[in-house]
């Protein structure tokens, strides 16, 4: 059965750093793309970066490029989001996703996922 874990959140100070990980297991076939989404409080989930696991292409949402980085560990089936300069506004529960079949921009813009993990809390706070 295709599961999706996330870990690694917490609550870091503003300019801070934090790596949650996504850990996939359970899926054959064709390479899928991850993505990482989040959701904060009264607002829409979001695409914050995708991930073609076949060649590496990624995606990123304009308020977190350079600061965020998505990358991967094959031998792990894990996928990390390396978050830098960390702000107030990146408070959010962070999903990661999986989805075959469509592009890296459109997997985040549309915010397109067949498998979601369970989220895993990350706050911005001093």
């Known amino acids: 059965q295709l599961q999706l874990v996330e870990s690694g959140g917490g609550l870091v100070q503003p300019g801070g750093s934090l790596r949650p990980s996504c850990e996939v297991s359970?899926?054959?076939?064709?390479?899928?793309?991850i993505g990482w989404f989040r959701q904060a409080p009264g607002k829409d989930r979001e695409g914050v970066s995708c991930l073609r696991l076949s060649d590496g292409l990624t995606y990123y949402a304009d308020s977190v490029k350079g600061r965020f980085t998505i990358s991967r560990d094959n031998a792990k089936n894990t996928v990390y989001l390396q978050m830098n300069s960390l702000k107030p506004e990146d408070t959010a529960v962070y999903y990661c996703a999986l989805r075959r079949g469509i592009s890296v921009q459109t997997m985040c813009a549309m915010t397109l996922g067949d498998y979601w993990g369970q989220g895993t809390q990350v706050t911005v706070s001093s």
């Open positions: 359970g899926f054959t076939g064709i390479r899928p793309s």
